[in-house]
């Protein structure tokens, strides 16, 4: 069973920073690209970044560029983002997400039922 548990979020002023983890389990994490998805109140989904399998290539969203960094352990089968200058417009619940393949996505987000539970990042001061 695919498991995903995000961890890491919370509340945070504008411009300040928090990073999220998340524990994969139940799938091979070390073969499989990883994305990280956000969705804000009352928006779609938005696809905010993407790592591929071995952690040598990442991509982000323009909205997040210089601001986030993606990166991931499989020996520990983790994956983390790291957020800064984070702000309101960052709020949302976080998940992170398998891909099917080792590469990142070029387009689209990854199919809900991929998804861990998610986590909040509110920011507001």
């Known amino acids: 069973e695919v498991q995903l548990a995000e961890s890491g979020g919370g509340l945070v002023q504008p411009g300040g920073s928090l990073r999220l983890a998340c524990a994969a389990h139940g799938f091979p994490f070390g073969d499989l690209a990883m994305s990280w998805v956000r969705r804000a109140p009352g928006k779609g989904p938005e696809w905010v970044s993407g790592i591929n399998s071995d952690g040598t290539s990442t991509q982000y969203a323009a909205s997040v560029t210089g601001r986030f960094i993606v990166s991931r352990d499989n020996a520990k089968n983790m994956l983390y983002l790291e957020m800064r200058s984070l702000s309101p417009e960052d709020t949302a619940v976080y998940y992170c997400?398998?891909?099917?393949?080792?590469?990142?996505?070029?387009?689209?987000?990854?199919?809900?039922?991929?998804w861990g539970q998610g986590a909040q990042v509110t920011v507001s001061s």
């Open positions: 997400a398998k891909e099917s393949t080792s590469l990142i996505r070029w387009f689209g987000i990854p199919p809900v039922y991929n």
